[in-house]
């Protein structure tokens, strides 16, 4: 089984900033990516920044500058650092992983619980 797990989360005033961590473990044989997607009340669910393990990255033009996404492959660990925090970047954010878990197991995406970021003075 696999299992992400995240932290970091919090209440923060805006031009905050906060780390978020998230742990990827289980029966991993092999990761493509791993990323962080948000979701605010009423809104669809978007992706915020993802990090192959090649090291190649994406974001979102919101948060381009102010969000960097970093991976320790060995710990099968992926960050979110955001600074300067903006109200809007209040959401609940989820961690992803792109991976199988062996040879005889197809390709398939996981996700963390979320962790609830708010930006609020």
């Known amino acids: 089984q696999v299992q992400l797990v995240e932290s970091g989360g919090g209440l923060v005033q805006p031009g905050g900033s906060l780390r978020l961590s998230c742990l990827a473990s289980g029966s991993i044989f092999s990761i493509y990516s791993m990323g962080w997607y948000r979701q605010a009340p009423g809104q669809q669910r978007e992706l915020v920044a993802t990090?192959?393990?090649?090291?190649?990255?994406n974001y979102a033009d919101s948060v381009k500058g102010r969000f960097t996404i970093s991976r320790d492959n060995a710990k099968n660990t992926v960050y979110l650092q955001m600074n300067s925090l903006k109200p809007e970047d209040t959401a609940v954010y989820y961690c992803n992983a792109d991976l199988t878990m062996g040879w005889a197991y197809p390709r398939k995406y996981y996700w963390g619980q979320g962790t609830q970021v708010t930006v609020s003075s």
């Open positions: 990090m192959s393990t090649g090291g190649s990255t």
